[in-house]
């Protein structure tokens, strides 16, 4: 063995060492669960940490952990297959490679993983005994269309309520024909080639008796470093008409009883993060972070929404640790915001920025969206007045995110603004909050490959294998969008006329 592999073995050995709660089991039926980004990425999410618990339940059934390396290129240097984390098994082994895709950039790491495991990427490529490959996550509540030339199965919502009926799908049928045969009759099941298309978006609900999700494994190697995440609800009640996981969706807002949630952490857990679509929606958030601090713990929260913020509640997180505030703007102006359905205001932030101050916290991190429907220069200089005055209250860290318009929400159909356009916009507001603010803000270009892939259908895959093939830059997508002569839906199917009457026409790059 060379060297170099030795060594990445010897990485994935002290992952694991540094982990609490890995499990290692083995059993008739072998899973790859594999996330399509690197393993500190992928450890910070719930989805992918609960289905992996629960696959490891099933008394028939196992699951070891994958992920996109860190260096693809010194992979295939060495022609070395991509391994398990748990064994390091080559991933080709299991019988079922299970993909859990968070986003549309992700799809390029599928790709990858695929070929790393020698399998061929197009399912049609593959022979009959290659493994079953499988995708599902958050994607699939919105647009998993790209994923269908690659995977065999799509597995559309929440998988806690899905994975068992496939794993003994998989066990009852002896040949994959058969397998694919009877998943796509199947409800959150969507078969390609089989399967009507209307199928598609046929999301599956969890019951609520599977609430919460929570860590299986604790590592410091992650964003969010050995903190443990337990679910506060699932869903959300609002109607911001960007969002996917908005009140129609799945029911809405599912809360998780106060006492459920802390029973979920464990005793020896020493940062908790409570996470969800609208964690500062749940009654009793204030509650379980008093009682978290007092128990010694370390707190954070997800999703802060700046008009359900209060003095007692920012006091509690600053009690638990926290050194920042976070808050969501989401709209350039209130204008914008209120197209949105997103109906805080400037003075809900100024507020909790002076509560954050108050209770000895060092910044406020504001996300905002660019390229909104309509958005304008005067939304762009109210945006930045707003920051400059903020930022006199305390240090502003200002990300900012290029607008996508996502299927399946009243803004499905919402044209990209187009990268000259968010250029101009993001150099106006560096110039105008130059010293003022730290601006950091996703690129242009890969938020108009992520609305191509959002808003386009199976054949947005093939461009994207064509891209990856080329080497991935963006010039290769650009390319491969055009050859495949790739038409975002347009249609404008809003439920909210007074947005669909001034949507300008997409720009290209």
């Known amino acids: 063995m060379s060297a170099t592999r030795h060594q990445l073995l010897l990485h994935a050995k002290a992952l694991l060492k540094a982990e609490q709660g890995t499990l290692f089991k083995q059993g008739a039926l072998g899973v790859a669960l594999c996330y399509p980004s690197p393993y500190h990425v992928g450890m910070s999410s719930l989805g992918f940490q609960t289905i992996y618990r629960k696959i490891n339940a099933l ?10 390396p860190d260096d ?110 009877a998943l796509a009759k199947q409800p959150g099941f969507f078969v390609p080639g089989i399967s009507e298309a209307q199928k598609r978006f046929n999301i599956c609900k969890a019951e609520d008796a599977q609430l919460p999700a929570y860590s299986q494994v604790l590592t410091p190697h992650t964003e969010l470093s050995s903190m443990f995440l337990v679910e506060t609800g699932r869903g959300c009640s609002r109607s911001c008409h960007y969002c996917v996981m908005r009140r129609t969706t799945n029911a809405g807002l599912r809360l998780v009883p106060k006492q459920l949630i802390l029973e979920r952490i464990p005793p020896w857990a020493q940062r908790v993060g409570f996470v969800g679509a609208a964690v500062t929606d749940h009654p009793k958030l204030i509650e379980l972070l008093e009682e978290s601090t007092l128990a010694g713990r370390e707190v954070g929260v997800s999703s802060l929404r700046a008009d359900r913020l209060s003095l007692r509640l920012v006091q509690a997180l600053r009690a638990g640790g926290a050194q920042l505030l976070t808050v969501a703007m989401d709209g350039a102006s209130q204008r914008l915001r209120n197209l949105l359905e997103r109906r805080h205001t400037e003075e809900h932030v100024f507020q909790a920025a002076q509560w954050a101050k108050a209770c000895g916290m060092r910044h406020l991190k504001l996300y905002v969206m660019l390229g909104l429907p309509t958005e304008e220069e005067a939304d762009m200089e109210e945006l930045a007045g707003f920051v400059a005055k903020l930022s006199k209250q305390l240090p502003v860290v200002l990300g900012i995110s290029p607008f996508v318009a996502k ?36 690129s242009p270009r890969w938020a108009f490959v992520e609305y191509m892939l959002a808003q386009c259908g199976p054949e947005a895959g ?48």
């Open 59 to 68: 008394p028939f059934a196992f699951a070891e952990r994958a992920f996109l």
């Open 407 to 442: 299927r399946h929400t009243p803004m499905d159909g919402a044209p990209f603004a187009g990268i000259a356009t968010l250029e101009a916009r993001l150099h106006f507001l560096r110039t105008r909050l130059r010293g003022k603010t730290q601006l950091r803000a996703a």
């Open 462 to 509: 093939l461009s994207a294998l064509e891209a990856w093939q080329k080497g991935g830059k963006f010039a290769h997508w650009s390319a491969a969008f055009a050859n495949h002569a790739l038409k975002p839906f347009l249609a404008c199917r809003t439920r909210e006329p007074s947005a669909a009457a001034c949507w300008p026409q997409v720009e290209g790059p």
């Open 72 to 181: 693809e290129a010194l992979m295939r240097r060495l022609r070395m297959p991509l391994f398990s984390l748990e064994t390091q098994r080559p991933v080709s082994e299991f019988s079922v490679l299970a993909f859990s895709v968070a986003y549309e950039l992700e799809l390029s790491g599928v790709l990858s993983m695929l070929a790393l495991s020698g399998l061929a990427c197009l399912s049609t490529e593959r022979p009959p005994h290659a493994p079953l490959v499988v995708a599902g996550g958050p994607l699939s509540f919105s647009n998993a269309a790209p994923l269908e030339p690659f995977v065999d199965v799509v597995v559309q919502g929440e998988a806690e309520a899905l994975i068992e009926v496939l794993l003994r799908a998989c066990e009852a049928y002896a040949t994959k024909a058969a397998l694919l045969g």
